[in-house]
């Protein structure tokens, strides 16, 4: 077994034994239930992961074709669609195994123009076979940025696996930092935030959570880097702060959909985090913007 | 075993794995028969759906109502309906199946609406679920309100869109002596399942 992984999985079930402990021990009153749920719900979803990077990089894609899926057809399932456009999905969701196919077949070019460039030709192209013109601009912007968010953005952390002696570190780098820096933004905006980031948006981030998560997603992306990655010190440092930030800016984007649509959550897939997309909704910023940076560093 | 087979390894992650669901209240599903179900109406997944919901010791024993026009009108279709659903055909014989299939302990699976309308928009409810509830008193009606099967496979258009979809139970009711009275407590208790979210 990869030693890196070895290590990211000890690291991650040391960690939820402590998050674990922690709830059993200090039993917090308010919202307890709902943290127990979302916990539980970590002991599912992190084994789930770092059981989808042994096998190899044709299953590690499949994982994140499948996680694709679920985001987009949530997303689908969320936005008012018409009735019209049923077959024009159907083409939004078959593009996802290709997507994921170009990493497997080391199609870089196909596979970061494949959804900029042509599925953004076809779609309104399918959609004008229809011939419904009430409210195409609405329904091929809405299904288009589904379509970039949960497929395009989200294939970049399988794209990882594209870049020489890359790998699966790196998969595991910007996926564990994504997802602790989510934690750790929660956990230093519960204890001490008070004025916020984006009231009108999302009331739950305030400035504290924001800094103390850039500061502890910093902390993080330095200690992992020279396992996982070929990354210097400094340039972890960047990678830290810019899947803080990434991180950040994907939640209220996804926030600013919810409200939009007067939405709480996207979906009940996990339970205690809501939908699918409230747990990956942060890729959408972290994974592009980690893969070009390391990309342009390093390739 | 075939059925049983079929339950678990195709229908199952077909409900779960291709479209998604979200049950509300699953605690109020009947434990046992019999029990009616009844159900809004939009598209031929519903029976698929509801039948997913249930352990497959109770699903075996469920018998969909369904169009006798429509299911068996062809051989292999009839042949899928009656011999793997089990479906009670809507015809002038399906008050005597309904009566013979809840007086041998099943689960009868109705669509009020007599038709799949549009997308969770209740269409005026038949009034058969009356006669059957006056002539069986102590069975249970469960109400169950669908979302999203109308969006995934909607009536007229033979192509299957994955779609999440939603299943809300309702309390369990019996008949009340009356039939106006009756079938105005079952369109509240849909109207209530629908505003649920």
């Given at each position: 077994m990869n030693p890196a992984l070895l290590t990211v999985t000890l690291g991650t079930l040391v960690l939820l034994v402590i998050a674990s402990a922690a709830i059993v021990l200090l039993?917090?009153?308010?919202e307890g239930d709902e943290l127990i749920r979302r916990l539980k719900t970590w002991w599912v979803i992190a084994p789930l992961f770092l059981m989808a990077l042994l096998p190899g990089r044709a299953f590690t894609l499949a994982f994140f074709a499948i996680v694709s899926f679920l985001a987009l057809r949530e997303y689908f399932s969320l936005i008012p669609t018409r009735r019209a456009d049923r077959r024009v999905l159907l083409y939004a969701y078959a593009s996802i195994p290709l997507q994921f196919a170009w990493v497997q077949w080391d199609r870089y070019g196909m596979f970061a123009i494949f959804i900029p460039v042509y599925m953004f030709l076809l779609i309104p192209l399918r959609m004008l076979i229809t011939?419904?013109?009430?409210g195409f601009l609405s329904a091929v912007g809405t299904l288009y940025w589904g379509l970039m968010t949960t497929v395009y953005c989200l294939s970049h952390v399988g794209a990882l696996l594209l870049l020489p002696h890359g790998g699966v570190g790196l998969v595991l780098y910007v996926v564990v930092l994504t997802q602790w820096n989510d934690v750790m933004q929660y956990i230093w905006g519960r204890s001490l935030g008070h004025s916020k980031v984006l009231p009108s948006v999302s009331p739950g981030k305030t400035w504290a959570g924001l800094i103390g998560g850039i500061c502890s997603t910093i902390a993080l992306s330095i200690a992992l880097a020279p396992f996982?990655?070929?990354?210097t010190r400094w340039e972890s440092v960047l990678a830290g702060a810019l899947i803080a930030l990434g991180g950040f800016l994907g939640d209220v984007t996804v926030s600013a959909v919810k409200r939009d649509l007067n939405h709480?959550?996207?979906?009940?897939?996990l339970p205690g985090h809501g939908g699918i997309l409230d747990r990956i909704d942060s890729f959408i910023y972290t994974a592009p913007l980690f893969f070009h940076m390391v990309r342009y560093l390093h390739f | 075993m075939a059925r049983l087979l079929l339950f678990y390894v195709v229908l199952k992650p077909f409900v779960h794995g291709v479209l998604g669901l979200n049950v509300g209240?699953?605690?109020?599903?009947?434990?046992?028969?019999?029990a009616i179900l009844v159900a809004n109406h939009n598209s031929h997944l519903d029976t698929l759906v509801l039948l997913s919901l249930f352990p497959y010791r109770l699903a075996k024993n469920i018998r969909p109502v369904a169009s006798a026009e429509y299911f068996l009108s062809n051989r292999f279709l009839a042949w899928f309906v009656l011999r793997l659903l089990r479906i009670i055909p809507a015809n002038r014989a399906m008050l005597d199946g309904v009566h013979a299939a809840l007086a041998s302990g099943e689960i009868v699976l109705l669509f009020p609406e007599g038709t799949r309308g549009e997308p969770e928009q209740l269409a005026p409810l038949q009034c058969g679920i009356a006669h059957i509830a006056k002539s069986h008193p102590d069975v249970p009606i469960t109400p169950v309100f669908i979302r999203g099967t109308g969006k995934a496979l909607p009536r007229g258009d033979p192509v299957l869109v994955p779609f999440l979809c939603s299943v809300q139970l309702g309390e369990a009711m019996l008949w009340c002596g009356d039939k106006v009275q009756f079938m105005r407590n079952l369109e509240r208790g849909f109207h209530e399942l629908g505003c649920r979210r």
């Open positions: 039993r917090p009153s308010s011939g419904h013109t009430d996982l990655t070929p990354l709480k959550d996207t979906g009940t897939m | 209240r699953k605690d109020l599903l009947p434990r046992a028969g019999p």
